[in-house]
């Protein structure tokens, strides 16, 4: 409902969230079973990649989303370093400690891993104008059988 209409532009969706440029109509809102939660009312939206974004509310607040880094250090990250990340080649790399089990031997341990920020195009193409990230494309695949 969301993807194909004309009433809104969609910048931005996942499972049980939309980012659209204007307020939903009264009745789609509400508590109920099936309705949207009016979560943010946001001035600036910035995605790079599915489940990493950043906003910046009309209050000025700033949330920053990077899934599989600590908001500890998602927090250290501003709306303008994400807008900065737009630039085509542009990233940013973070270092935090993660757990991991090791089941059959009965251990766990912590180990630093490196994570880059930074526009991702593995799902769908990433379009550039002038340098900046702008748009995406789906990428389209040629199918040949064999006979």
């Known amino acids: 409902q969301f993807k194909n209409t004309n009433k809104w532009n969609?910048?931005?969706t996942d499972?049980?969230?939309?980012?659209i440029d204007r307020p939903l109509p009264d009745n789609l809102i509400g508590d109920e079973l099936g309705k949207f939660k009016l979560e943010y009312t946001v001035d600036v939206f910035v995605g790079l990649a599915p489940k990493v974004y950043a906003l910046k509310l009309i209050d000025g607040t700033e949330v920053i989303k990077i899934k599989g880094v600590a908001?500890?250090?998602a927090s250290q990250t501003t709306v303008r370093d994400f807008c900065d990340l737009l630039k085509s080649d542009a990233?940013?790399?973070f270092s935090q400690e993660k757990w991991f089990?090791?089941?059959?031997e009965g251990e766990i341990s912590l180990r630093d891993v490196a994570y880059q920020?930074?526009?991702?195009d593995n799902k769908r193409q990433a379009i550039y104008e002038d340098g900046i990230f702008c748009a995406t494309r789906?990428?389209?695949?040629?199918?040949i059988e064999k006979k």
């Open 117 to 120: 920020l930074k526009v991702t």
């Open 10 to 12: 969609l910048f931005y």
């Open 138 to 143: 789906p990428y389209y695949y040629s199918v």
């Open 15 to 19: 499972t049980d969230c939309i980012v």
């Open 101 to 104: 089990r090791a089941m059959s």
């Open 91 to 93: 990233s940013r790399y």
């Open 71 to 73: 908001q500890e250090i």
